[in-house]
């Protein structure tokens, strides 16, 4: 399947035998794009940019991909909810076909809940291996420039980035002279309301510079409260 191996563009409609994808090759040119997506994007010629995000989603190469991305995660058991899994060579090659933006409609998720430590159920929206596929392909394309214009210190979620290089730049951080004091921890999964944000800052001989300036969800009072802070004008300040 030599055509699959050396193909970085137009998209192919002959069969596909999963066994015969050379991936060495077929990374190679993907990540290829993925360069020439960066290299047009910072100079600025964003058609380029475009066009050439059109071709890899659209490539063989890209949709073999994605679909290898999908069929190999931790998730490749769990059907969404037309109930199907692609864990054969035969419904993975007829996946790569699916891939296609004319007349894509994402399904609806599956909606299933998980338990939590502490009794309550964690609602979870799983997709139809499909949609995932195509959440996949797509990433292939948006990962050049998102990487380009998202903040370095983001790691979630991100390729080549771990939780030991979250620690690092917190030591970095929080290792100087000038770093803020301490540091709050709040769950707000289940929280709303986030357009009216409240001010924490220190009242007790501590640094008070902007650099120390929390935002703080107002739903939080209860449990700041518990740790003598009260309520000021412009939002919480700590008590005696």
């Not at 010629?45 to 991909?65: D, E, K, N, P, V």
Request: hydrophobic share 35%.
């Amino acid at each position: 399947m030599g055509v699959v191996t050396e193909a970085t563009g137009a998209s192919l409609r002959e069969t596909i035998e999963w066994h015969e994808i050379n991936w060495k090759h077929v990374n190679r040119n993907v990540r290829r794009l993925q360069v020439r997506i960066v290299k047009a994007f910072r100079e600025g010629r964003y058609r380029l940019a475009r066009a050439l995000q059109y071709i890899l989603t659209r490539s063989l190469g890209g949709r073999a991909l994605a679909v290898k991305r999908v069929t190999e995660n931790k998730g490749k058991r769990t059907a969404g909810i037309d109930r199907e899994i692609w864990n054969t060579p035969k419904r993975k090659s007829e996946g790569i076909q699916q891939l296609r933006k004319k007349g894509y409609r994402a399904s609806p998720l599956r909606r299933i809940y998980i338990p939590k430590s502490n009794g309550k159920k964690r609602p979870l929206g799983i997709p139809t291996m499909k949609d995932r596929a195509m959440q996949a392909l797509w990433k292939l394309a948006l990962d050049p420039i998102a990487e380009c214009t998202s903040n370095p210190n983001s790691y979630g979620f991100k390729e080549c980035r771990s939780t030991a290089d979250a620690i690092e730049q917190c030591f970095t951080c929080l290792s100087r002279k000038t770093s803020a004091v301490w540091i709050l921890e709040a769950d707000i999964t289940e929280e709303s309301g986030w357009h009216k944000h409240h001010i924490i800052w220190r009242t007790d001989g501590g640094r008070d510079t902007n650099e120390n300036i929390v935002l703080l969800h107002p739903n939080c009072h209860r449990q700041v409260h518990s740790q003598k802070w009260k309520v000021g004008k412009l939002g919480l300040e700590k008590g005696p």
